[in-house]
């Protein structure tokens, strides 16, 4: 969706190294949700922001959500081929907490 | 607790010809989206179900697409009849009342030839 950007498009990256990938829009982010999906198969919900300035942190990644609520960032340390697949960040931009748009995804390759 | 459920995973039709997809939600989830995903893209809502009463469906292609969830529980998204560009992998997920976070199913992917 135009409406959300996610960059990089593609990531690879050697076992062991950190990573950031990028979600923005023009528009105010309700309500942010980011997601992994293995190819051919479906999303798995990782994190929820809601607040501006939140952060949030579940084993290796961390999450944030800028003041302005505009921008999130999915942080990953010291990566695994476990964190291989493609990310992508949802946003409520109505604030309507009733449906999600979706960016293009990220894709993620971790070299061993 | 069991998660969305979709079948069939994988399906091959010809051009013209129909086809259906099968969700059951998780069950008390009470809203149910349909999304399609064309590959390298994000997922795009089709149609989403408040109990069994649609809440949107404006992008839905209703010439062709059509969706129901008769008993507020399962659903079935159909297309009829199909044509290339419908080839794409259609996501189900599902939500509690009042919640914001969608829990997806493993998705179907479709291959129209």
């Known amino acids: 969706s135009q409406e959300l950007e996610q960059s990089p498009q593609s990531l690879i990256v050697q076992e062991g190294k950190n990573l950031t990938i990028n979600c923005t829009s023009s528009k105010t982010l309700y309500g942010l949700y980011w997601y992994k999906q293995k190819y051919g198969e479906g999303l798995i919900f990782l994190m929820m922001?809601?607040?501006?300035?939140e952060e949030k942190s579940h084993e290796k990644i961390t999450a944030k959500l800028d003041e302005k609520k505009q921008q999130s960032s999915l942080h990953i340390t010291a990566s695994q081929p476990s964190h291989a697949g493609i990310y992508l960040c949802?946003?409520?931009?109505?604030?309507?907490?009733?449906?999600?748009?979706f960016g293009s995804g990220t894709q993620l390759t971790v070299l061993p | 607790e069991a998660g969305v459920a979709q079948s069939p995973r994988y399906k091959i039709i010809e051009k013209r010809q129909s086809v259906a997809f099968w969700c059951n939600p998780i069950?008390?989830?009470?809203?149910l989206y349909w999304y399609q995903q064309i590959l390298g893209q994000g997922p795009k809502l089709l149609i989403q179900f408040q109990n069994n009463g649609v809440v949107d469906d404006s992008q839905l292609p209703k010439d062709r697409f059509s969706a129901e969830r008769l008993k507020g529980v399962d659903s079935t998204l159909k297309i009829q009849p199909a044509k290339l560009e419908d080839s794409a992998v259609y996501l189900c997920?599902?939500?509690?009342?009042?919640?914001?976070?969608?829990?997806f199913g493993p998705g179907t992917r479709l291959l129209v030839l």
């Open positions: 922001l809601q607040k501006g300035g």
């Open positions: 949802g946003a409520d931009m109505s604030g309507s907490a009733r449906q999600l748009t």
């Open positions: 997920a599902s939500s509690p009342r009042g919640a914001e976070t969608q829990y």
């Open positions: 069950s008390g989830h009470a809203t």
